[in-house]
């Protein structure tokens, strides 16, 4: 389905400054790492494109065949020559390796430090996060402490995907039973924006990940306030998706936090209102795109796990008016 763009997530939402997604804007430490290693490597190798380039157009125009010319000297061997081009290759790759290693040392989680801030579980399509010393679970938009350096803990549900939020750090496998571990020190406050980054099956490209950096007392804030039972929208249209939420299949696969909505499968939806977005960064998070949403997921997402209810419009209205009221 083609999504006309204003529907789609925009660029600052809820007032939030949202950074450039780049390698070359890197706002951590680890980013900065890995920026700085990747300078050096592209530098390195512009260096040697240049020379093979120059020296095949030098050979091109200068050892080209001349009208009359007879066959060149064939040269058996030069043991000097064939020595430099080993040993100059193998030093650059010794270089290498050693900046590399020195940057996975500095950007990698010391073996024996695996008690994860948060635990992100990467599911077919979007992304779980549980706080363990807190309890809080969300979905999809990952809050964060700035200036923290925090240790995620990466899995998956089911196939291998890889969180990847380029300004902030490595990307990282989330491979099924084999949690791996990221750290991430946000220099700054704001909304940085990644993806999944291992093709994971049919709605990978649309598996978005957003970061929300905060300040320590803003994100105190937030995980206070996703504790709390959330309060249920007031008025007619919100009680009434509130009863159809209910009844319906919907509580077997999400949670709402107060409710016998105690599913795991699809996100939390606790506190729906307070993400930018829906469908893991798909969709804005409004009521009209969350009716449509709910009519039909597989129209936006086809392939989702979330199916079509065949709710008629005014009940998948109402139940959107519940759910996008949530707080
Ligand atoms: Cu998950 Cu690609």
Redesign the pocket.
């Known amino acids: 389905m083609n999504l006309p763009s204003s529907i789609l997530p925009t660029a600052e939402m809820h007032g939030r400054a949202q950074h450039a997604t780049s390698v070359f804007n890197p706002q951590s430490p680890q980013a900065q790492e890995i920026a700085r290693l990747f300078n050096i490597d592209l530098a390195i190798c512009a260096v040697i494109l240049l020379v093979v380039v120059a020296l095949v157009i030098v050979a091109v125009i200068r050892f080209r065949q001349r009208p009359g010319q007879s066959e060149p000297y064939q040269d058996p061997g030069n043991p000097k020559l064939e020595t430099l081009w080993t040993v100059i290759p193998s030093l650059i790759v010794v270089v290498l390796l050693v900046l590399t290693a020195r940057t996975m040392h500095l950007v990698n989680p010391p073996v024996g430090q695996r008690t994860p801030n948060v635990i992100v579980t990467?599911h077919?399509?979007w992304w779980a996060y549980h706080y363990p010393q807190s309890g809080v679970v969300t979905a999809n938009e990952l809050h964060m402490p700035v200036g923290t350096n925090w240790l995620l803990g990466i899995e998956s549900a089911d196939?291998i995907?890889?969180f990847c939020v380029p300004d902030l750090g490595a990307k990282m496998d989330a491979i099924p039973g084999h949690p791996n571990f990221l750290w991430i020190q946000p220099r700054q406050t704001g909304t940085y924006l990644g993806t999944?980054?291992?093709?994971?099956?049919c709605e990978?490209a649309l598996?978005g990940i957003r970061v929300i950096v905060q300040t320590p007392a803003e994100f105190a804030q937030w995980e206070q306030d996703q504790l709390r039972i959330p309060i249920a929208p007031a008025g007619a249209e919100a009680e009434r998706g509130a009863r159809l939420f209910a009844a319906s299949s919907c509580r077997n696969c999400h949670t709402i936090a107060g409710t016998k909505a105690v599913g795991r499968v699809g996100p939390d939806l606790t506190h729906l209102a307070d993400r930018d977005t829906i469908g893991s960064g798909t969709l804005t998070n409004n009521l009209a795109n969350l009716t449509q949403w709910i009519l039909n997921p597989q129209a936006i997402k086809p392939g989702c796990y979330m199916p079509a209810l065949r709710l008629p419009e005014a009940e998948a209205h109402a139940v959107a008016v519940y759910l996008g009221g949530l707080r």
């Open positions: 990467a077919q399509w196939v995907h890889d999944c980054a291992e093709y994971c099956g990978h598996m």
